[in-house]
């Protein structure tokens, strides 16, 4: 699913999708996953790769130890936004989490 705000710039949606895809592809949040990628010049490659994106705002979706999904989020005015938003994605009464 895809939406955006009316004040949303268009290319934040390209940007959420890309977040979504690295978060799902990586099992990772991507706050963490840049951060890592940064401080670990074995990983600092994964910036190159054509479709992941390294910009907070990207989490996995976990229910019963398993991935079933994530969310990307951009435009929420800052990369701590993005990812709060990303994060409260969680339906904890579904067991669903974004740990």
Same mark, same amino acid.
């Given at each position: 699913m895809l939406t955006r705000g009316e004040t949303v710039g268009p290319h $934040?949606?390209?940007t959420a999708r890309r977040k979504a895809y690295t978060a799902l592809s990586t099992k990772t949040p991507i706050?963490?996953?840049s951060? $890592? &990628?940064r401080s670990n010049p074995d990983s600092q490659n994964l910036a190159t790769l054509p479709e992941l994106l390294l910009l907070s705002g990207g989490v996995p979706l976990w229910h019963n130890d398993q991935v079933i999904g994530s969310f990307g989020? &951009?435009?929420g005015g800052s990369p701590q936004n993005d990812?709060?938003?990303a994060k409260s994605g969680a339906i904890i009464d579904a067991q669903i989490t974004t740990h």
């Open positions: $934040n949606t390209e706050l963490l996953l951060r $890592n &990628a989020v &951009a435009g990812d709060f938003i």
